[in-house]
């Protein structure tokens, strides 16, 4: 990763945590209600991107859904969850298709955040060598209704931003 790109992908971190922090003091937390979360089985999200980050990046589009596995999450005393997303991303000439444990934290009836660790199977189309890859993503989403939001996501190897429907 370029400290160009490393720059540009730290201020959208900084700047989507400002933001979720500042709307965030206006409403009542609800990390420590475990359970107090929109309750869905399935994540449909189609995103738009910017991959590789690693080198120059590219316009591409993707989608990410994620099956609900455990709506009470890991730590009983807060409100998380657990999931098993999968997904394909494409830019011109790259292809990933990413498996990932998202791990959601709701901050409020408005904010969640949620980290991803997993693999991907990356693809290119100009002969280049096929390999599998490790991602990590961090992100944040900024639910709208009751069944939609604005999702945030950057990572390895992307940046995103999407609609999630909440099925």
């Known amino acids: 990763m370029t400290v160009k790109n490393a720059c540009f992908a730290l201020g959208v971190v900084v700047s989507s945590l400002g933001l979720a922090t500042h709307t965030a003091h206006a409403e009542q937390s609800i990390i420590k209600d475990p359970d107090r979360h929109p309750q869905y089985v399935f994540e449909a999200e189609p995103h738009f ?9 590219l ?13 009470n999450g ?19 000439d790259n292809t990933w298709l990413p498996i990932v444990m998202q791990w ?11 980290g991803e660790p997993g693999g991907s199977f990356h693809f290119q ?26 999702t945030f996501r950057v990572g390895h ?9 909440l099925i």
Not at 49 to 57: D, F, S
Not at 127 to 142: C, E, K, N, Q, V
């Open 104 to 114: 959601n934290f709701w901050l409020s009836e408005h904010w969640s955040v949620f």
């Open 59 to 71: 316009p591409g589009a993707g989608f990410r859904g994620t099956f609900v596995l455990v709506p």
């Open 74 to 92: 890991f730590i009983h005393s807060i409100n998380d969850s657990v999931g098993l997303g999968f997904g394909v991303d494409w830019t011109r």
């Open 125 to 150: 189309d100009n002969g280049r060598r096929d390999r599998a890859d490790f991602t990590l993503y961090g992100g944040a989403r900024l639910r709208f209704s009751d069944r939609a939001t604005l």
């Open 49 to 57: 991107l910017l991959a590789p980050l690693g080198g120059q990046p």
């Open 157 to 165: 190897p992307a940046l995103s931003v999407g609609f999630s429907f």
